[in-house]
């Protein structure tokens, strides 16, 4: 059964610094991995997808990468920003195409 | 394009009610796809539906039924409401199942 685990669970720290976000997985016959934001209240807005063959994938000031054997995942952001604190949530897609989530890491950035 | 939309945005109800969630998915696709979210939790995968039938269901009861209507439309449904029901509920919806699912703002359910 696959499980997937987000560290650390909550994470503060001052606006500019790079930062990185954990996720790891227990079954590596994944189909694809996904970053996604998700603010108080409010739905989830994806932010990357690799697919299994890649390596990494960069938006702006994200980088996420993608180690399938190890069962791992990071996510970077760089110069860090008071709007970039939600929760960040990750979610690996099993070969039934069934999205499997962690548990989310919240990210609190101080001006 | 109006994106993924739900309704109601929050609902109330009490022990053993009946509730009706609904989604509209995003223009072009025709895969809705139903999560269960707890307080502090990542999203719980409860169905899938594609061409008005289920495809896949995660582990839960049968108190939890839904419908995809001929627009792809859909709606979730939860018989004999628990307090542990209480939750936001999330609607997604894609091109294809393997393709990257757009989610919308959600409901929130609060059992009393």
């Known amino acids: 059964k696959q499980e997937v685990t987000q560290i650390p669970a909550a994470l503060s720290v001052p606006e500019g610094e790079n930062l990185v976000l954990n996720c790891s997985f227990t079954?590596?016959?994944?189909?694809?991995l996904q970053w996604f934001r998700q603010d108080p209240g409010k739905g989830l807005t994806s932010l990357l997808l690799i697919q299994s063959s890649q390596r990494e994938q960069t938006s702006g000031r994200l980088n996420a990468s993608l180690d399938k054997s190890s069962g791992r995942s990071t996510l970077y952001i760089a110069a860090s920003q008071p709007g970039d604190s939600a929760t960040y949530l990750c979610?690996?897609?099993?070969?039934?195409?069934?999205?499997?989530w962690g548990a989310g890491t919240k990210l609190i950035i101080k001006p | 394009d109006a994106g993924v939309t739900q309704s109601p945005t929050h609902l109330i109800k009490t022990r053993g009610q009946q509730v009706t969630l609904r989604c509209s998915p995003k223009?072009?696709?025709?895969?809705v796809s139903w999560y269960q979210q707890a307080l502090g939790q990542g999203p719980q995968f409860i169905f899938q539906?594609?061409?008005?039938?289920?495809?896949q269901r995660g582990n839960f009861p049968d108190r939890f039924s839904g419908h995809q209507f001929p627009n792809y439309s859909s709606e979730l449904n939860v018989n004999a409401l628990l307090l542990g029901d209480s939750a936001l509920y999330l609607c997604?919806?894609?091109?294809?199942?393997?393709?990257?699912?757009?989610f919308g703002p959600g409901t929130r359910l609060l059992v009393l």
């Open positions: 979610a690996v897609m099993d070969s039934n195409y069934q999205l499997i």
């Open positions: 997604a919806s894609s091109p294809t199942v393997q393709e990257t699912q757009y």
């Open positions: 079954d590596s016959a994944i189909y694809n």
């Open positions: 539906y594609y061409e008005e039938e289920e495809r």
């Open positions: 223009s072009g696709h025709d895969t």
